[in-house]
């Protein structure tokens, strides 16, 4: 690519390949925008580290309230059931960040599950690599059908979501096979081992973090998946392959569901088969609840890893509280997205009017 | 002779029903910067699109440096050293002013991550060449639209480009952005670069451009220096209009309207102005009367009408119908007041396809039609009823879907609408573009007939013949402020061009005088 020849490598050669040759006049020179207000960053914190205030906040009025809940037993408790909803975020975030959404998430995960189950028979290799070869597939061919056949990602998903789960259901006959995982095999390590304590899902659920941060914000595929979110035609016009990103994107998130769902067959030892209903739906809020715009182009790997922290850690007090029936969790889980929804269109509305208004 | 490092030959675009381009010939040499101008539905932005890769021509084919290359993608127009700025900022504005300039270029460090240092720093440096100064860290949004403009062009500029592209740019700029602009074009033509531009600005294609190519119904019509180049014969290219004996007869007495026209107007707009669009217009309309806008495309007609419609929201300015104040920037408001308007494009902002004639005439007073909440059907059919005869509007029934109607019915449609709402000022705006002859016709004999039934008529329209014969007085703007007003005897297609095409120098006389004139005019009321 000629245009990704980067001209600023000798240093000062860059503007005088395409800039104006002299500096400008002094005069000329207006000072355009950008000063920002206390409220503009108020706005920007509150948008970035919202999510992230609430868990704090959360964690020590629930430490205070309950002995049991700072235990290390419970708290390891919430990071390994966390670990794979924040798995199937990650991808989730890639494909909102997108200007996306992947519905299919819950059926491949459990798909990913019952195909981890079933391998681990021929082994840890075939046990990881058949899942992630078969959702890695779904997830591309939804890529395929949004990006190249311009479908739209609600009905893709949708139909992918369908046909996932009726594969699972095919190869489980009916749900009524449940393949087991031998719990001393190396496969099971994957899900059960520990290492200082804390459990292999958790260590590699932080590495995927790690890693996905580094892709969205510091290369450039991650730029481009927030151009294409942001302004899709704009990227197109600016030399961006928008049907590559968005292929991409939905792999991965195929992928990372699949994987999420084999992890978590290791961690139980078996490929059980009423799990993942609703999980997209989870998996979208935490992403939202993280401060990823729903609508695309603004978001953030680590607010994602938050949401999902966060409505763990909800999930996990209402537990406590013996009394509560365990359905409340839903309740606040909602109540807590309608909040994220309604701050962030309010900050996004403020940011519009102050960008449209005159002077 | 140089060679031409972009040129078309024989290109042809079609689009349906249109033949958007046709056997245009056109090129542009290294340092020259070559203006591209021409009315609405010319073909401008059709060629930029074709030249650039967006559109794919049907016949004929784009050369650069004389070789065959017709580009598939943008992408590949870019790499073939073609940069375009759209006239609309085609950039994201979510992500920051640094991350919109290197997008698929950044640099890179260790581990090929992206050095966000270097990128910060290079871009402020890049920037500050173009006046911007400002944290490129921040969203590109949170930018003037000026400013993310300038983005835009050195973005498109820093790239190794060989012909720069630029529709409409100064669109939306401040007069000192136009300055550093011009400059960054002067600097851009030194190097051997060649610009093609694009605008409608007369007086700045003087300013910069060494070519011109006129464009008309998809047709090159002139092609060659600028200079040397009569402005009013500039004019009577574009809207393909003699200029005839008219020159011979100097400048027109702009202003002052002397007819005694008794009535109190129905509609005054005093001093509205919209950023960079509006500065200051103000004229009357009285019951009766046909107020023509006159000037070329973008000269301000459209965002005229809106504003007064309360579709824009003006930054200075009143309006008042029949002597009480309108709320301005409520569409609402003016609906209530007895405004209404007819929209320039009736696709978008206006016909429902889907639902029938009847639906659609009726939408608009549906609350007016109901009692506590039910519509009277038999009200609706009446009403119908009346207007599908008074407009004389066919169609099978007033079920069948609006969709499937003629261009002009389907403007009769929206009419329909409008008039149902018992408006007393009608904002026209390209009424009758699009339709056939004859539809064209029932169109403006129905205008007229309004008029004659007491309604304030504001038209505005690209045709001058129906801009000239449909209106009583013609009030010609230019780059959004009053340049003229012509009455009585004046109105006619030669003083029209003059009024578009008057000399820079006599702009500060006629934008003194004209709206004074029309003030006084009002006042005298």
Known sequence: MSVAKSRHDGGGSAPGEGGPAGPAKPAGAAAHGGTSTRADRWSTFAQRHGALVALLLTVLIASASFDSFAGAGNLKNIAVSSAFLAIVALGMTFVIVSGGIDLSVGSVFVLGGVLAAWGSKYGPVVALLLPLAVCGGIGLVNGLLIARARLAPFIVTLAAMLGARGLMLNITDEGNDTFLIAKDSLFADLGRGKLLGIGAPVWITLALFLLGGLLLRRTRFGQQVYAVGGNEDAASLMGTSVSRTKITVYAMSGLLAGLAGALNAAWLASGVTILGQGMELEAISAVVIGGTLLTGGLGYVSGSLVGVLLLKVIQNIINQIGSLDSAYQQVVSGAFLVVVVVVQTWLGRRRKARLTAPG | MAEHVLSTRSLTKRFPGVLALDRVDFGVRAGEVHALIGENGAGKSTLIKVL??????????????????????????????????????????????????????????????????????????????????????????????????????????????????????????????????????????????????????????????????????????????????????????????????????????????????????????????????????????????????????????????????????????????????????????????????????????????????????????????????????????????????????????????????????????????????????????????????????????????????????????????????????????????????????????????????????????????????????????
């Open chain 2, 52 to 525: 650039t890769g967006v559109y794919a021509p049907d016949g004929g084919e784009v050369l650069r440096d004389g070789g065959p290359a017709t580009f598939g993608t943008p992408l590949a127009a870019q790499q073939a050293g073609i940069s375009t700025i759209y006239q609309e900022v085609n950039l994201v504005p979510l992500m920051s002013v640094a991350r919109n300039l290197f997008l698929g270029r950044e640099p890179r460090g260790r581990f090929g991550l992206i050095d966000f240092d270097r990128m910060h720093r290079e871009s402020e440096r890049i920037l500050s060449e173009y006046g911007v100064r400002t944290d490129v860290r921040r969203p590109l949004g949170e930018l003037g639209v000026g400013a993310q403009q300038m983005v835009a062009l050195a973005r498109a500029v820093w790239v190794d480009a060989k012909v720069v592209v630029m529709d409409e740019p100064t669109s939306s700029l401040e007069p000192r952005e136009v300055e550093t602009l011009f400059g960054v074009i002067r600097r851009l033509r030194d190097r051997g670069v060649a610009v093609v531009y694009v605008s409608h600005r007369l007086d700045e294609l003087y300013a910069v451009c060494d070519a011109v190519t006129v464009l008309r119904d998809g047709r090159t019509v002139h092609t060659g220096p600028l200079q040397g180049l009569e402005r009013l014969r500039l004019v009577s290219m574009m809207l393909g209009r003699e200029i005839g004996e008219v020159r011979a007869e100097g400048t027109t007495k702009f202003g002052g309207d002397h007819e005694a026209a008794s009535a109190e107007p129905v509609l005054r707009v005093d001093g509205l102005s919209v950023q960079h669009q509006l500065h200051d217009v103000s004229f009357a309309v009285r019951p009766g009367e046909v107020v023509g806008l006159g000037g070329l495309l973008g000269s301000g007609r459209t965002e005229t009408a809106k504003s007064v419609a309360g579709a824009l929201a003006p930054s200075a300015g009143r309006v008042t119908v029949a002597g009480a104040r309108v709320r301005t920037g409520s569409p609402g408001a003016a609906i209530r007041a007895g405004i209404s308007l007819l929209p320039e494009d009736r696709k978008t902002e206006g016909i429902v396809p889907g639902l029938s004639v009847r639906e659609n005439i009726a939408l608009a007073v549906l609350p007016r039609l109901s009692r506590a909440g039910l519509v009277s059907e038999a009200r609706i059919d009446s009403l119908v009823g009346t207007f599908m005869e008074r407009l004389r509007i066919k169609a099978s029934s007033p079920h069948q879907k609006a969709g499937e109607l003629s261009g002009g019915n389907q403007q009769k449609v929206l009419l329909a609408r409008w008039l149902a709402a018992e408006p007393r000022v009608l904002l026209l705006d390209e009424p009758t573009r699009g339709i056939d002859v004859g539809a064209k016709a029932e169109v403006q004999k129905l205008v007229d007939e309004l008029a004659a039934d007491g309604l304030g008529v504001l038209l505005i329209s690209s045709d001058l013949e129906e801009l000239i014969e449909g209106s009583d007085r013609v009030v010609v703007l230019r780059d959004g402020a009053v340049v003229g007003e012509l009455t009585g005897d004046e109105v006619t297609e030669d003083r029209l061009m003059e009024a578009i095409a008057a000399a820079a120098e006599e702009e500060p006389h006629l934008a003194d005088a004209a709206p004074g004139d029309v003030r006084k005019a009002a006042a005298h009321d």
